[in-house]
């Protein structure tokens, strides 16, 4: 869609999350949902996947769960290593313009310019998170990180479901 604005883009594409929420019975069928639209309808959302708190794991790990995208080798990642661990830990949403100058870039692709992670907070602990790996050098504008947000959110509503 050439002539549309960025942020109409996100907000397109924010509706539709928002549709496949209302209709997702389980946070699994949501999160395989937003990871498809995502990678298929933000063009420079290159990999898209989710990594989730292995319950129970001492000390955590993140696993991997629903992506789109290459096979990444990072499928396990510990809370105290690359840009995931970063945002699990701090529990803050993480932009990287430039992953080769960050020294806690996990490298996936060697394609990979940037990166954003949110994590996704269930009853105000950290469950998870969405990564979201671009060919581009920063890629990931202020609107781009309210889209990728409001997805963390409304899958963490949906772990809270009973
Ligand atoms: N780059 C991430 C690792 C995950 S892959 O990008 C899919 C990191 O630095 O934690």
């Given at each position: 869609m050439p002539s549309a604005s960025k942020s109409s883009r996100t907000d397109e594409v924010r509706k539709e999350v928002d549709g496949l929420s209302a209709k997702a019975s389980t946070p699994d069928q949501l999160m395989d949902g937003i990871t498809r639209l995502l990678h298929d309808k933000m063009l420079k959302y290159n990999w898209v996947g989710f990594y989730m708190l292995e319950p129970g794991s001492k000390p955590p790990v993140l696993v991997l769960g629903h992506f789109q995208g290459a096979m990444t080798p990072h499928t396990r990642i510990p809370l105290n290593q690359g840009i995931c661990g970063a945002a699990a830990s701090s529990g803050r949403t993480v932009v990287v313009d430039d992953v080769h100058s960050d020294p806690r870039y996990l490298a996936c692709s060697i394609e990979t310019k940037s990166e954003i992670v949110v994590p996704v907070f269930a009853r105000g602990l950290v469950a998870g998170e969405l990564d979201i790996d671009s060919h581009?050098?920063?890629?990931?504008?202020y609107e781009d990180r309210l889209l990728v947000e409001h997805c963390a959110q409304l899958v963490g509503k949906h772990l809270e479901r009973p």
């Open positions: 581009f050098p920063a890629a990931f504008s």
